[in-house]
Protein backbone atom coordinates (compact mmCIF):
# COMPACT_ATOMS: atom_id res chain seq x y z
CA UNK A 1 0.00 0.00 0.00
CA UNK A 2 1.21 3.76 -1.12
CA UNK A 3 0.67 7.05 0.43
CA UNK A 4 0.14 10.05 -1.55
CA UNK A 5 -1.71 13.11 -2.12
CA UNK A 6 -4.94 14.23 -3.55
CA UNK A 7 -4.99 17.31 -5.84
CA UNK A 8 -7.70 18.66 -4.69
CA UNK A 9 -5.16 19.59 -2.03
CA UNK A 10 -2.37 21.92 -4.41
CA UNK A 11 -5.63 22.48 -6.93
CA UNK A 12 -4.74 26.69 -7.21
CA UNK A 13 -1.70 24.89 -8.66
CA UNK A 14 -2.82 22.07 -11.09
CA UNK A 15 -4.60 23.87 -13.70
CA UNK A 16 -2.36 24.44 -16.52
CA UNK A 17 0.43 22.98 -17.97
CA UNK A 18 3.31 25.05 -16.57
CA UNK A 19 1.61 24.65 -13.01
CA UNK A 20 1.38 21.27 -12.79
CA UNK A 21 4.77 20.63 -13.96
CA UNK A 22 5.86 22.93 -11.27
CA UNK A 23 3.88 21.35 -8.75
CA UNK A 24 4.97 17.99 -9.99
CA UNK A 25 8.37 18.95 -9.11
CA UNK A 26 7.85 20.68 -5.38
CA UNK A 27 5.87 17.47 -4.46
CA UNK A 28 8.99 14.82 -6.10
CA UNK A 29 11.15 17.07 -3.86
CA UNK A 30 8.79 16.58 -0.84
CA UNK A 31 8.76 12.70 -0.98
CA UNK A 32 5.33 12.45 -3.10
CA UNK A 33 5.35 10.00 -5.56
CA UNK A 34 1.78 8.63 -6.38
CA UNK A 35 -1.42 11.14 -6.77
CA UNK A 36 -5.04 10.84 -6.55
CA UNK A 37 -6.25 13.10 -9.62
CA UNK A 38 -9.59 15.93 -8.10
CA UNK A 39 -10.47 19.18 -8.56
CA UNK A 40 -8.55 18.89 -12.46
CA UNK A 41 -9.84 19.49 -15.95
CA UNK A 42 -10.49 16.32 -17.12
CA UNK A 43 -9.65 17.18 -20.64
CA UNK A 44 -7.64 15.92 -23.85
CA UNK A 45 -4.78 19.05 -22.77
CA UNK A 46 -5.15 17.93 -19.14
CA UNK A 47 -4.43 14.33 -19.56
CA UNK A 48 -1.97 14.39 -22.28
CA UNK A 49 0.45 16.24 -20.08
CA UNK A 50 -0.05 14.41 -17.35
CA UNK A 51 0.12 10.83 -19.36
CA UNK A 52 4.15 12.59 -19.96
CA UNK A 53 5.01 14.52 -17.36
CA UNK A 54 4.40 11.59 -15.00
CA UNK A 55 6.38 8.95 -15.74
CA UNK A 56 9.18 11.57 -16.26
CA UNK A 57 9.08 12.75 -13.28
CA UNK A 58 8.61 9.04 -11.59
CA UNK A 59 5.31 9.31 -10.57
CA UNK A 60 1.63 8.37 -11.19
CA UNK A 61 -1.67 8.50 -10.64
CA UNK A 62 -3.45 5.50 -8.99
CA UNK A 63 -6.67 7.00 -7.96
CA UNK A 64 -9.46 9.95 -9.00
CA UNK A 65 -12.16 11.69 -7.45
CA UNK A 66 -14.51 13.09 -9.82
CA UNK A 67 -18.06 14.36 -9.17
CA UNK A 68 -20.98 11.83 -10.44
CA UNK A 69 -22.41 13.97 -13.53
CA UNK A 70 -19.65 14.06 -14.86
CA UNK A 71 -19.05 10.26 -14.62
CA UNK A 72 -22.27 9.55 -16.12
CA UNK A 73 -22.37 12.61 -19.32
CA UNK A 74 -18.09 11.44 -19.88
CA UNK A 75 -18.43 8.09 -19.26
CA UNK A 76 -16.52 6.32 -22.12
CA UNK A 77 -14.28 9.68 -22.03
CA UNK A 78 -13.29 9.38 -18.55
CA UNK A 79 -12.75 5.87 -18.63
CA UNK A 80 -10.23 6.51 -21.54
CA UNK A 81 -8.37 8.60 -19.74
CA UNK A 82 -8.10 6.30 -16.99
CA UNK A 83 -6.90 3.61 -19.45
CA UNK A 84 -4.29 5.84 -20.92
CA UNK A 85 -3.11 7.09 -17.28
CA UNK A 86 -3.76 3.50 -15.93
CA UNK A 87 -5.73 4.77 -12.67
CA UNK A 88 -6.98 1.69 -10.43
CA UNK A 89 -9.42 3.13 -8.52
CA UNK A 90 -12.37 5.77 -9.58
CA UNK A 91 -14.27 7.54 -6.61
CA UNK A 92 -17.81 9.30 -6.61
CA UNK A 93 -16.83 12.93 -5.59
CA UNK A 94 -20.38 13.29 -3.49
CA UNK A 95 -23.85 12.02 -3.21
CA UNK A 96 -26.46 13.85 -5.12
CA UNK A 97 -28.17 15.64 -3.07
CA UNK A 98 -31.71 14.71 -4.29
CA UNK A 99 -30.96 11.32 -3.83
CA UNK A 100 -30.17 12.28 -0.41
CA UNK A 101 -33.35 14.32 0.13
CA UNK A 102 -35.93 11.38 -0.85
CA UNK A 103 -34.68 9.47 2.22
CA UNK A 104 -34.58 5.81 2.31
CA UNK A 105 -36.21 5.68 -0.92
CA UNK A 106 -33.17 7.73 -2.58
CA UNK A 107 -30.49 6.05 -1.06
CA UNK A 108 -31.98 2.65 -2.29
CA UNK A 109 -31.93 4.40 -5.92
CA UNK A 110 -28.28 5.71 -5.59
CA UNK A 111 -26.99 2.49 -3.83
CA UNK A 112 -28.57 0.66 -7.56
CA UNK A 113 -26.96 2.67 -9.68
CA UNK A 114 -23.05 3.57 -7.92
CA UNK A 115 -23.96 -1.18 -8.66
CA UNK A 116 -24.68 -0.31 -12.45
CA UNK A 117 -21.50 1.71 -12.45
CA UNK A 118 -19.21 -0.22 -10.55
CA UNK A 119 -20.07 -3.11 -13.37
CA UNK A 120 -19.24 -0.88 -16.21
CA UNK A 121 -16.32 0.54 -14.91
CA UNK A 122 -14.87 -3.30 -13.58
CA UNK A 123 -15.32 -3.94 -17.32
CA UNK A 124 -12.27 -0.93 -18.21
CA UNK A 125 -10.49 -2.65 -14.83
CA UNK A 126 -11.37 0.35 -12.71
CA UNK A 127 -12.55 -0.26 -8.97
CA UNK A 128 -15.71 2.34 -8.03
CA UNK A 129 -15.18 3.86 -4.51
CA UNK A 130 -17.75 6.05 -3.01
CA UNK A 131 -16.54 9.05 -1.00
CA UNK A 132 -18.75 10.59 1.86
CA UNK A 133 -19.07 13.74 3.84
CA UNK A 134 -20.64 14.10 6.77
CA UNK A 135 -23.84 14.73 5.00
CA UNK A 136 -24.45 10.43 5.30
CA UNK A 137 -24.67 10.59 8.68
CA UNK A 138 -27.52 12.21 9.04
CA UNK A 139 -30.34 10.05 10.53
CA UNK A 140 -34.08 9.49 8.91
CA UNK A 141 -36.74 7.24 10.73
CA UNK A 142 -35.21 4.03 9.10
CA UNK A 143 -31.75 4.69 10.20
CA UNK A 144 -28.79 7.03 9.27
CA UNK A 145 -27.90 7.23 5.22
CA UNK A 146 -25.03 6.16 5.06
CA UNK A 147 -25.98 2.72 6.43
CA UNK A 148 -29.39 2.50 4.77
CA UNK A 149 -27.23 3.57 1.49
CA UNK A 150 -24.39 0.61 2.29
CA UNK A 151 -27.11 -2.14 2.74
CA UNK A 152 -27.90 -1.89 -0.55
CA UNK A 153 -24.39 -1.61 -2.17
CA UNK A 154 -23.29 -4.36 -3.11
CA UNK A 155 -19.66 -4.80 -2.37
CA UNK A 156 -18.77 -6.72 -5.47
CA UNK A 157 -18.65 -3.79 -7.41
CA UNK A 158 -18.59 -0.69 -4.98
CA UNK A 159 -16.14 0.29 -2.10
CA UNK A 160 -16.19 3.21 0.56
CA UNK A 161 -13.70 5.41 0.40
CA UNK A 162 -13.14 6.52 4.00
CA UNK A 163 -11.99 10.56 4.91
CA UNK A 164 -11.02 10.75 8.16
CA UNK A 165 -11.52 14.64 8.47
CA UNK A 166 -15.06 14.25 7.55
CA UNK A 167 -15.78 10.76 10.44
CA UNK A 168 -13.95 13.31 12.86
CA UNK A 169 -16.96 16.35 12.02
CA UNK A 170 -19.79 13.16 11.82
CA UNK A 171 -18.89 13.00 15.76
CA UNK A 172 -17.22 9.53 15.49
CA UNK A 173 -13.93 8.46 16.24
CA UNK A 174 -12.34 6.49 13.57
CA UNK A 175 -11.24 3.67 15.21
CA UNK A 176 -15.45 2.99 15.71
CA UNK A 177 -15.85 3.73 12.18
CA UNK A 178 -13.33 1.96 10.79
CA UNK A 179 -14.27 -1.28 12.70
CA UNK A 180 -18.38 -0.91 11.94
CA UNK A 181 -17.21 -0.63 8.28
CA UNK A 182 -14.39 -2.68 7.80
CA UNK A 183 -15.94 -4.90 5.04
CA UNK A 184 -17.01 -2.07 3.12
CA UNK A 185 -13.74 0.95 3.33
CA UNK A 186 -11.43 0.20 0.79
CA UNK A 187 -9.08 3.10 0.26
CA UNK A 188 -8.50 6.28 2.56
CA UNK A 189 -8.20 10.59 2.74
CA UNK A 190 -5.89 10.91 5.63
CA UNK A 191 -6.88 14.34 6.45
CA UNK A 192 -6.17 16.62 9.69
CA UNK A 193 -8.47 18.41 11.79
CA UNK A 194 -8.35 21.38 14.08
CA UNK A 195 -11.72 21.47 16.21
CA UNK A 196 -13.71 21.93 12.76
CA UNK A 197 -11.02 23.47 10.58
CA UNK A 198 -8.94 21.32 8.03
CA UNK A 199 -5.72 21.06 9.08
CA UNK A 200 -2.02 19.33 8.26
CA UNK A 201 -1.20 16.23 9.82
CA UNK A 202 1.66 17.29 11.74
CA UNK A 203 -0.74 19.72 14.05
CA UNK A 204 -3.59 17.54 14.13
CA UNK A 205 -4.86 15.86 17.57
CA UNK A 206 -4.94 12.30 14.93
CA UNK A 207 -3.81 9.46 15.81
CA UNK A 208 -1.66 9.30 12.48
CA UNK A 209 0.49 6.38 13.02
CA UNK A 210 -2.36 4.38 14.52
CA UNK A 211 -4.32 4.74 11.35
CA UNK A 212 -1.97 3.97 8.75
CA UNK A 213 -0.99 0.92 10.66
CA UNK A 214 -4.94 -0.35 10.92
CA UNK A 215 -4.97 0.63 6.77
CA UNK A 216 -1.75 -1.38 6.41
CA UNK A 217 -3.74 -4.31 8.93
CA UNK A 218 -6.80 -4.60 6.96
CA UNK A 219 -5.04 -4.46 3.58
CA UNK A 220 -6.36 -0.76 2.09
CA UNK A 221 -5.89 -0.26 -1.16
CA UNK A 222 -4.24 3.06 -0.49
CA UNK A 223 -4.06 6.11 1.50
CA UNK A 224 -3.77 9.90 0.55
CA UNK A 225 -3.09 12.80 2.15
CA UNK A 226 -6.23 15.52 1.81
CA UNK A 227 -6.04 19.07 2.67
CA UNK A 228 -7.91 22.00 2.15
CA UNK A 229 -5.56 24.77 3.88
CA UNK A 230 -4.24 28.61 2.63
CA UNK A 231 -1.15 27.52 2.72
CA UNK A 232 -0.71 23.70 0.96
CA UNK A 233 2.95 23.22 -0.05
CA UNK A 234 4.33 24.03 4.04
CA UNK A 235 1.25 21.83 5.04
CA UNK A 236 1.98 19.04 2.90
CA UNK A 237 5.19 19.23 3.71
CA UNK A 238 4.24 18.95 7.54
CA UNK A 239 2.16 16.12 7.21
CA UNK A 240 4.85 13.95 5.07
CA UNK A 241 7.23 15.00 8.11
CA UNK A 242 4.53 13.31 10.55
CA UNK A 243 4.04 10.05 8.16
CA UNK A 244 7.58 9.83 8.30
CA UNK A 245 8.71 10.27 12.00
CA UNK A 246 5.93 7.65 12.43
CA UNK A 247 8.26 5.19 10.83
CA UNK A 248 6.09 5.05 7.13
CA UNK A 249 8.53 6.52 4.81
CA UNK A 250 8.48 3.64 2.89
CA UNK A 251 4.75 3.89 1.97
CA UNK A 252 5.73 7.23 0.36
CA UNK A 253 7.26 5.46 -2.55
CA UNK A 254 9.50 2.23 -1.23
CA UNK A 255 7.11 0.03 -3.12
CA UNK A 256 6.55 -0.51 -7.02
CA UNK A 257 3.34 -1.61 -6.60
CA UNK A 258 0.09 -0.46 -4.27
Not at 109 to 130: D, I, P
Not at 189 to 208: A, F, I, Q
Request: charged share 25%; proline share 3%.
Amino acid sequence: MRIGLQTFTVRQTFQTKNDREDTLKRLKAMGILDLELAYIPWNEETIASLEESLPRHGMRAFSSQIKWSVINKRFEEIMDYHRRLNIQYMAVAVIPFRRLLFGNYGLKKFAEELNTLGKATKKHGVRLLFHHHNYEFFRFPKGMALDLLIKHIDPEYVGILCDTYWVHRGGFGWHEFFTTYENHIEALHLRGYHKKSDDNLLDTPMEVGQIIEYALNHTFGYIVIEQDTKQPFSDIKKSVTRIKNEGYVSQLGGNKHV
